[in-house]
């Protein structure tokens, strides 16, 4: 079992900054992948960007491709995504989540934090 906390979410203006946060807690953290999806209210949730167990591989949504970035901190066991030059479009709820490794796919989800970008 993993379980995920998200923080970091917030108002910005477009064109500025966030740093969501995701400290785990469980199993051993180096043990997974990590990644990050969100959702708008109404449609389906969506893959944002993910990172290997080693941290050596990364991957991004076109749509945010250049803009965001995936990173993870072993010592505090926490996978961060940096925004930049954030759009209206960025604004839906984001969400943390961990790979299951025995079913090979993600299957640990935090609570989710929204993020609003005014225009």
């Known amino acids: 079992q993993v379980q995920l906390v998200e923080s970091g979410g917030g108002l910005v203006q477009a064109g500025g900054s966030l740093r969501l946060s995701c400290a785990a807690s469980?199993?051993?953290?180096?043990?997974?992948?990590m990644g990050w999806f969100r959702q708008a209210r109404g449609k389906e949730r969506e893959f944002v960007a993910s990172?290997?167990?080693?941290?050596?591989?990364?991957n991004y949504a076109d749509s945010v491709k250049g803009r965001f970035a995936i990173s993870r901190d072993y010592a505090k066991h926490t996978v961060y995504l940096q925004m930049n030059s954030l759009k209206p479009d960025d604004t839906p709820v984001y969400y943390c989540?961990?790979?299951?490794?025995?079913?090979?796919?993600?299957?640990?989800w935090g609570q989710g934090t929204q993020v609003t970008v005014s225009s």
């Open positions: 469980g199993r051993t953290f180096s043990s997974y992948a």
């Open positions: 990172i290997s167990w080693s941290g050596g591989s990364t």
């Open positions: 989540a961990a790979e299951d490794v025995d079913a090979g796919e993600f299957g640990y």
